[in-house]
């Protein structure tokens, strides 16, 4: 894939019915323990190298490879610089909806469960991703045909026997997050969420301790995992960046991340200095 003004061009393009897309740029390798994959993504590596793990196995994805990982699920990542001092990978999160489609066609296929490294031809699987991210960001490109352009990379999962499945776990914790998810600047308190599922605040934080977590533990991870993301892949500033996520000032924001990543946010923002 093209890596033409790669910098210039950070930021995180949605287009309903399609899909969205990023890029992230790092210029110091970096591990994320247990990071949340909401949805199902496929991630293309240009340089550098990916690390997928979790308590069962991993995957290695080295340059012009490309990666299925699943949704609703935890992971360690690590993405390693190449030897230039440099790591590039583009991602696409595929629209729910197409998912959906392709696998009620496909229930003979396998269903990712953590990730599938996509060891197709690397020219055509690439010039597939390449149109897939293009009809994403433009919209000069015909809806049907940008959603086509992005079901063929369900096609390529398919060549390797798998599919990718919609994320739909039944768990008090799934519903607190999606909900915490929906607006991550909100003011939230474990009130407000019990109310919305008709639970006392009591009964709502005893059905997060049978499910191993707590409710700020829920509301911090997830703040934190799409403040990574706008790290990674937008142009947003810090200060920015702060308040999208509920955090009224720089610092606060930078300790809430430090203790949660066990590194400061200009550690993935090496690629701006």
């Known amino acids: 894939m093209s890596s033409t003004n790669a910098y210039e061009s950070l930021r995180i393009i949605h287009r309903p019915g399609v899909g969205s897309a990023g890029i992230v740029l790092q210029q110091e390798s970096l591990e994320f323990k247990r990071l949340y994959i909401e949805s199902p993504v496929l991630i293309y590596i240009e340089r550098g190298s990916k690390t997928v793990r979790w308590s069962g196995g991993e995957y290695v994805i080295n340059p012009g490879e490309a990666i299925a990982v699943a949704g609703g699920l935890y992971l360690d990542i690590i993405n390693r610089l190449a030897q230039d001092g440099s790591y590039q990978a583009h991602w696409l999160v595929l629209d729910g909806a197409l998912i959906q489609s392709y696998a009620e066609a496909n229930m003979h296929l396998a269903v990712i469960r953590y990730a599938q490294p996509v060891t197709c031809d690397g ?151």
Request: with cysteine; proline share 3%.
């Open 123 to 273: 020219e055509h699987f690439a010039g597939s991703f390449e149109r897939a991210v293009e009809a994403v960001k433009d919209t000069t490109i015909p809806n049907l045909v940008a959603r086509h352009r992005v079901q063929e990379l369900l096609v390529w999962t398919g060549v390797l026997g798998v599919r990718f499945e919609q994320p739909c776990l039944p768990t008090m914790a799934f519903k607190v997050r999606q909900l915490i998810t929906s607006d991550l600047a909100n003011d939230w308190s474990a009130l407000d969420i019990a109310s919305t599922f008709a639970l006392s605040e009591a009964t709502l934080r005893r059905r997060l301790a049978e499910e191993g977590t707590t409710f700020s533990r829920l509301l911090i991870d997830a703040r934190m995992t799409f403040a990574l993301q706008l790290l990674q892949s937008s142009a947003q500033t810090v200060m920015q960046i702060a308040l999208c996520v509920g955090y009224q000032t720089p610092s606060q924001f930078a300790v809430r991340f430090r203790d949660r990543f066990g590194f400061a946010p200009t550690a993935v923002r090496g690629h701006r200095r």
